[in-house]
């Protein structure tokens, strides 16, 4: 059973930093396809930054400069770093992971961050 738990989501500062983490059970990051989306209220779902098998990272021209996508392929977990919160970051934050073998997507089930002006 594949389990994908975020954390690391909360209340910052317009300026401030956060670090949101997933954490992966039953399914291996590094030979996967990993995504961060967001969905702010009223809005769709939308794709924040991305990590393929190949360490290949992609990011959202709005979050573009700011945040970084990254791995640890020990602790079969995925990061993102956040830097410089805008009000417009705000929003619900979730780990997403395409199993290539399987050929099926799975969903954390989201962290809250809000940023505050």
């Known amino acids: 059973q594949v389990q994908l738990v975020e954390s690391g989501g909360g209340l910052v500062q317009a300026g401030g930093s956060l670090r949101l983490s997933c954490a992966a059970s039953?399914?291996?990051?590094?030979?996967?396809?990993i995504a961060w989306y967001r969905q702010a209220p009223g809005k769709q779902r939308e794709v924040v930054a991305s990590?393929?098998?190949?360490?290949?990272?992609t990011y959202a021209d709005a979050v573009t400069g700011r945040f970084t996508i990254s791995r640890d392929n020990a602790k079969n977990t995925v990061s993102l770093q956040m830097n410089s919160l805008k009000p417009e970051d705000t929003a619900v934050y979730y780990c997403y992971a395409y199993d290539y073998k399987e050929s099926r997507d799975y969903w954390g089930q989201g962290t809250q961050v809000t940023v505050s002006s």
């Open positions: 990590i393929t098998r190949t360490g290949y990272t």
């Open positions: 039953g399914i291996t990051f590094s030979t996967n396809y």
